[in-house]
C-alpha cells in the first residue's frame, strides 16, 4: 500500500514536467557527481565491508568509471536531448521531419550486488538524463552499500523523483507488481525470467542485463612480451575484477595444447608478482560476497576429476570468505565448472587441437556477454568478428570495453538484450518520437479516392 501511494506520487511529479526541464535533469546529475566526489571515502568503506574490494578496484570499477560518465552526460545532454532532422522522400514536398527524444516516464531500476554502485548508478544516469522519475531497487547482498544508497540519494538528488527501496526477492517482486513504463534489469537468467514475465502483464519494455561464460581465447604468441602482457591482462581480467565475481569477467581460457603449459607457467609467476605469495594477507583480492555463494564454489571443485585438473591455488578459507586464485586445466567439460557462470576466482583452461576449434567450441554453447581473443592473427581476428556471436568482442585484453562510454555495453542472445553506458544509456530510457511537419500550401489530388486506374498510372 506504501509502495503504491509513493508511486503515485512519482508519477503525479512526472505528470508535473519539472523532470522534463533541462535544468533539473542538470542538477541532478551534479547532485550524483557531488554524492560520488564527497562521500568517496564512505563508498570505499562500504565496498571493503560488503566485497572486500580494494581500493584501487574500487575506484577504477566503480567511482572513476561512474564520475566519467557523468561528466559526459553533463557535456552532452544539451545535444542528447536536441531533436535530430530527419531526411523524407522526395514526395513529401515541403514538409520536415525530426526525431524527438521524450522520458518514458516512471522507471524500475533491478541492480546487483557486485558492483553495488557501478551498476545502480549507471543506468541512473541515463534515465535521469532522459527525464524520468527512477526507483532503484539496490542488491540486499551488498547490505552496507545499498544503504548507503538509500541514505545518501535521498539527500543528494530530488527525493520526489527518485527512490531508493532496499530489499530482497519478496520486496522486488512486490515491486514488479506496479505498472512501470521501464525496467532495466541487471542479474541472473533466472530472475531475469521472472522480471520479464511480470512485465509482460503491463507490456513494459525491459532491458535486461544477465551474465554467463565468457571466454578468452589465447592464440600461440610467438613474442615473449606479447606473451607476458596477455598473461597480466588475463589475470587482472578474472582475479582482478571482484575475484572473477563480474559479468565480464573471463570465465575459461582456450588455448592450444602445446602452447598451455608455457601459458601456465607465466601465468603462475604473474599471479605471485600481483597479488603476493599470500594474497589473502596482502588484502589485494576481493573476497566472496557471502556464504551461499563460497559454497557454491567449493561445490564446483569438489568433484574428483575437476579437483585433479588444478594445477596452481585450489586453498579457501571458509571463515574469510576467500578463495585463493585458481588454474585448472582440461576439467571434463560436463561438469558443472563447464556449463554454469563460475563467478569466482577459479580459472579453467581448455586445450584445444588448433586455435581455430575454438569458433565451433564457443559456438556449441550460449552466446557470452563477452568475448576475450589474444592473438595478432589477423585472419583468425576476422573469423572471430564474422564467425562468432557475443554481447562484445574485444582484442588482446579484458573489462577495458566497460569503460568505454562509446560502446553500447550488452548482451545478446541468452546474456541479455538492450544496450546502455554513455548516450546509449540516455536512448535505452527514452522513447524517440517520429515528428513530421507538412505544409498546407501544395497538395496532390491523386492522393485521395475516388481510386481511378488513371492515377496509378501517375
Ligand atoms: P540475482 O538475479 O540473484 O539478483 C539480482 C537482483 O534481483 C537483486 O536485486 C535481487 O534482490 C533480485 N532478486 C533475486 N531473486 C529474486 C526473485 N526470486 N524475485 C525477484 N527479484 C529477485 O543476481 P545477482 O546474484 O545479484 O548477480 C549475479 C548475476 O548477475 C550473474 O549472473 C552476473 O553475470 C549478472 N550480472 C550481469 C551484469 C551485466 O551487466 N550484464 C552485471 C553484473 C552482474
Same mark, same amino acid.
Given at each position: ?16 514536467? @519539472? ?39 574500487? !575506484? ?5 568509471? *561512474?564520475?566519467?560518465? #557523468? ?5 552532452? #545532454? /544539451?545535444?542528447?536531448?536536441?531533436? /535530430? ?7 513529401? *514536398? ?29 543506468? =541512473? ?12 531497487? %539496490? ?98 581480467? $578474472? ?28 601465468? /603462475? ?13 596482502? @588484502? ?6 557471502? $556464504?551461499?555463494?563460497?559454497?557454491? =564454489? /567449493? ?7 575437476? $579437483? ?19 588454474? #585448472?586445466?582440461? %576439467? ?14 577459479? #580459472? %579453467? ?11 565451433? !567450441?564457443?559456438?556449441?554453447? %550460449?552466446?557470452?556477454?563477452? *568475448? ?34 562509446? =560502446? ?35 497538395? !496532390? ?9 488513371? @492515377?496509378?498510372?501517375?
Amino acid at each position: 500500500m506504501e509502495i503504491m501511494q509513493s508511486l503515485e506520487n512519482m508519477r503525479d511529479y512526472y505528470e508535473s514536467g @519539472k523532470t522534463k526541464e533541462a535544468s533539473w535533469r542538470h542538477s541532478q546529475l551534479k547532485g550524483l557527481h557531488r554524492f560520488l566526489v564527497e562521500k568517496q571515502p564512505d563508498i570505499m568503506n562500504a565496498l571493503m565491508q560488503d566485497l572486500g574490494k580494494h581500493q584501487l578496484e574500487a !575506484f577504477r570499477d566503480e567511482v572513476g568509471t *561512474l564520475i566519467k560518465t #557523468l561528466n559526459l552526460a553533463l557535456k552532452s #545532454l /544539451k545535444d542528447w536531448m536536441s531533436g /535530430k532532422k530527419a531526411e523524407l522522400p522526395q514526395i513529401a *514536398l515541403l514538409t520536415s521531419a525530426e526525431i524527438v527524444p521524450e522520458p518514458l516516464g516512471l522507471v524500475l531500476i533491478i541492480s546487483s550486488w557486485n558492483f553495488p554502485f557501478g551498476i545502480s548508478l549507471e543506468p =541512473l544516469i541515463g534515465a535521469i538524463a532522459a527525464g524520468n522519475t527512477a526507483v532503484l531497487k %539496490p542488491s540486499e547482498l551488498s547490505p552496507a552499500c545499498s544503504s548507503l544508497l538509500a541514505s545518501n540519494l535521498a539527500t543528494y538528488l530530488d527525493n520526489k523523483a527518485i527512490k531508493v527501496i532496499q530489499g530482497g526477492p519478496h520486496e522486488t517482486q512486490q515491486l514488479l507488481q506496479q505498472k512501470w513504463d521501464k525496467i532495466f534489469f541487471t542479474g541472473s537468467a533466472h530472475v531475469g525470467r521472472i522480471v520479464m514475465s511480470a512485465a509482460a502483464n503491463h507490456l513494459t519494455p525491459v532491458t535486461l542485463e544477465l551474465g554467463g561464460k565468457c571466454p578468452a581465447v589465447v592464440d600461440s604468441l610467438s613474442s615473449s612480451w606479447d606473451l607476458e602482457v596477455t598473461v597480466k591482462r588475463i589475470i587482472v581480467g $578474472k582475479y582482478g575484477t571482484c575475484a572473477g565475481q563480474a559479468c565480464i569477467a573471463i570465465d575459461y581460457v582456450l588455448v592450444e595444447r602445446d602452447y598451455c603449459s608455457k601459458l601456465v607457467e607465466l601465468m /603462475k609467476l604473474w599471479i605471485k608478482k600481483m597479488f603476493g605469495e599470500n594474497p589473502q594477507h596482502y @588484502k589485494t583480492i576481493a573476497r566472496i560476497v557471502n $556464504k551461499h555463494h563460497f559454497l557454491r =564454489l /567449493k561445490n564446483l571443485l569438489a568433484e574428483k576429476q575437476v $579437483k585433479e585438473s588444478v594445477v596452481y591455488g585450489g586453498s579457501m578459507d571458509e571463515e574469510n570468505l576467500f578463495i585463493e586464485p585458481t588454474i #585448472l586445466v582440461d %576439467p571434463p567439460l560436463e561438469a558443472a565448472i563447464m556449463s554454469e557462470e563460475i563467478f569466482g576466482p577459479l #580459472l %579453467p583452461i581448455i586445450t584445444l587441437e588448433k586455435i581455430e576449434d575454438s569458433i565451433k !567450441f564457443m559456438n556449441s554453447r %550460449p552466446k557470452p556477454l563477452a *568475448l576475450y581473443v589474444f592473438s595478432k592473427n589477423k585472419t583468425l581476428q576476422r573469423r572471430m568478428v564474422s564467425e562468432t556471436s557475443s554481447g562484445s568482442l574485444t582484442f588482446n585484453d579484458a573489462i577495458l570495453q566497460y569503460a568505454a562510454d562509446t =560502446l553500447p555495453f550488452g548482451g545478446v542472445g541468452g546474456s541479455g538484450f538492450g544496450m546502455y553506458h554513455g548516450k546509449f544509456s540516455f536512448d535505452t530510457f527514452s522513447h524517440h518520437k517520429a515528428i513530421v511537419r507538412r505544409s498546407f500550401l501544395t497538395d !496532390f489530388w491523386f492522393r485521395y479516392p475516388p481510386w481511378t486506374l488513371n @492515377k496509378l498510372q501517375l
